[in-house]
């Protein structure tokens, strides 16, 4: 079939001793938008290499539509991949490199300069067809290699990091081409990125990975409001993860006990603890109210951390107040900038910050 329905099943690449993908099950539906997000060395490049047919599996299962492919030659799996590290043919002209792969596979003069000028043309680049690459900008460039990519009519397409190489202004721009190109195609793209922002303005599906493990995969908006782990909660930056002894259950309560002594009210959402157990949670910067320590009627409140303010940086909309609590890592908290002036705090000034417990988000155990 023509379906670019990907199945990864108990999928593992050994590198010698490293363990680069280890055991995993994933489906990336047909059509979709998925990004595999992660830090340098999580395995990201050798899962998209394993699609490609350029890297074979230690063990597992790779299907594409209902073709199983490990073993397919990578011309014939119906992929096409896009490298960093984009670089066109120098001495070809625009219109021969959109044609490459065309003209590696047999496919006669007048058939190729059709359908690269009709490639070209949805990449906006038509006029520039008769020119060399060294004419051309970055951006440009850019949009000849997925021009080149896309030649074959590939049912998936597999991007490594294709932004990267590219600067800010530009990033942003080819961020909506790939995302409005891969809805007119309605292909599958597979994304590769360690970048959190562009993973989730992309993607319909985020898979986050870590040491050759899958710890969430799921469309952007659960995995920013609903991290399954601290891991993940952490990667997406927007968390605050802490961690309590459960003290007592109530009705959908679980009241937890802190190392500093304080008090956390969580949701037990689906989660049955028991007393004594460690259990993790976040919440959200942009749920928590940062107030001068005086200002808290007594210490004992629940559903607040105390610290000290690290630094402040004033971001538009919001205001980024960075705390030090002793004993964790780092504490954020995303104030409204009308609200920030209600009552300035500068950096050293002791505060607190508190949460209401509906905001409170429960993690997979620790
Ligand atoms: P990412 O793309 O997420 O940065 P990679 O898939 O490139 O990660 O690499 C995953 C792990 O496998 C890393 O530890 C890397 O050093 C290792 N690795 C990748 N390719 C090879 C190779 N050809 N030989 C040996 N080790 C490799
Ligand atoms: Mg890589």
Same mark, same amino acid.
């Given at each position: 079939?023509?379906?670019?329905?990907?199945?990864?099943?108990?999928?593992?690449?050994?590198?010698?001793?490293?363990?680069?993908?280890?055991? *995993?099950?994933?489906?990336?539906?047909?059509?979709?938008? %998925? %990004?595999?997000?992660?830090?340098?060395? %999580?395995?990201?490049?050798?899962?998209?290499?394993?699609?490609?047919?350029?890297?074979?599996?230690?063990?597992?299962?790779?299907?594409?539509?209902?073709?199983?492919? !490990?073993?397919?030659? +990578?011309?014939?799996?119906?992929?096409? $991949?896009?490298?960093?590290?984009?670089?066109?043919?120098?001495?070809?002209?625009?219109?021969?490199?959109?044609?490459?792969?065309?003209?590696?596979?047999? !496919?006669?003069?007048?058939?190729?300069?059709?359908?690269? @000028?009709?490639? #070209?043309? /949805?990449? &906006?680049?038509?006029?520039?067809? @008769?020119? $060399?690459?060294?004419?051309?900008?970055?951006?440009?460039?850019?949009?000849?290699? #997925?021009?080149?990519?896309?030649?074959?009519?590939?049912?998936?397409?597999? #991007?490594?990091?294709?932004?990267?190489?590219?600067?800010?202004?530009?990033?942003?721009?080819?961020?909506?081409?790939?995302?409005?190109?891969?809805?007119?195609?309605?292909?599958?793209?597979?994304?590769?990125?360690?970048?959190?922002?562009?993973? *989730?303005?992309?993607?319909? $599906? !985020? !898979?986050?990975?870590?040491?050759?493990? *899958?710890?969430?995969?799921?469309?952007? /908006?659960?995995?920013?409001?609903?991290?399954?782990? +601290?891991?993940?909660?952490?990667?997406?930056?927007?968390?605050?993860?802490?961690?309590?002894?459960?003290?007592?259950?109530?009705?959908?309560?679980?009241?937890?006990?802190?190392?500093?002594?304080?008090?956390?009210?969580?949701?037990?959402?689906?989660?049955?603890?028991?007393?004594?157990?460690?259990?993790?949670?976040?919440?959200? /910067?942009?749920?928590?109210?940062?107030?001068?320590?005086?200002?808290?009627?007594?210490? =004992?409140?629940?559903?607040?951390?105390?610290?000290?303010?690290?630094?402040?940086?004033? &971001?538009?909309?919001?205001?980024?107040?960075?705390? &030090?609590?002793?004993?964790?890592?780092?504490?954020?908290?995303?104030?409204?900038?009308?609200?920030?002036?209600?009552?300035?705090?500068?950096?050293?000034? =002791?505060?607190?910050?508190?949460?209401?417990?509906?905001?409170?988000?429960?993690?997979?155990?620790?």
């Amino acid at each position: 079939s023509n379906s670019g329905e990907i199945r990864l099943v108990d999928l593992t690449k050994k590198f010698g001793d490293t363990d680069a993908v280890k055991d *995993i099950n994933l489906t990336i539906p047909h059509g979709s938008y %998925c %990004c595999l997000l992660g830090p340098s060395g %999580c395995g990201k490049t050798t899962i998209l290499r394993m699609i490609a047919g350029h890297e074979t599996p230690t063990s597992g299962e790779i299907t594409i539509g209902d073709t199983s492919v !490990v073993g397919l030659p +990578p011309v014939q799996r119906g992929t096409a $991949m896009m490298f960093q590290s984009y670089a066109l043919f120098p001495h070809l002209s625009i219109r021969d490199n959109v044609a490459f792969y065309l003209k590696m596979r047999g !496919v006669g003069k007048d058939e190729r300069r059709k359908r690269a @000028d009709e490639m #070209l043309e /949805r990449v &906006q680049l038509a006029h520039l067809r @008769d020119r $060399m690459p060294a004419q051309l900008s970055g951006g440009q460039q850019q949009r000849v290699a #997925l021009a080149r990519s896309l030649i074959t009519n590939p049912r998936v397409l597999l #991007l490594d990091e294709p932004l990267s190489a590219l600067d800010e202004f530009l990033r942003l721009q080819m961020r909506v081409e790939l995302k409005t190109l891969q809805a007119e195609l309605g292909i599958t793209f597979v994304h590769v990125t360690h970048t959190q922002p562009e993973a *989730i303005a992309l993607a319909d $599906m !985020v !898979v986050v990975m870590d040491t050759g493990r *899958i710890d969430q995969a799921a469309s952007a /908006r659960e995995i920013y409001n609903s991290p399954a782990t +601290p891991y993940v909660a952490r990667f997406m930056g927007a968390q605050n993860v802490l961690t309590g002894a459960v003290e007592g259950i109530e009705d959908g309560i679980a009241r937890l006990k802190s190392a500093r002594g304080e008090t956390f009210e969580i949701p037990r959402q689906n989660v049955t603890p028991a007393i004594g157990e460690e259990m993790s949670f976040s919440v959200r /910067r942009d749920y928590i109210a940062i107030r001068k320590r005086s200002d808290i009627e007594t210490e =004992a409140a629940a559903n607040a951390v105390f610290g000290t303010v690290d630094s402040i940086e004033y &971001q538009g909309n919001f205001v980024k107040v960075s705390l &030090q609590v002793p004993g964790m890592d780092t504490f954020v908290a995303n104030v409204p900038d009308h609200d920030y002036f209600v009552e300035p705090i500068g950096p050293g000034d =002791a505060v607190a910050a508190k949460w209401d417990k509906q905001h409170a988000h429960v993690l997979d155990r620790v």
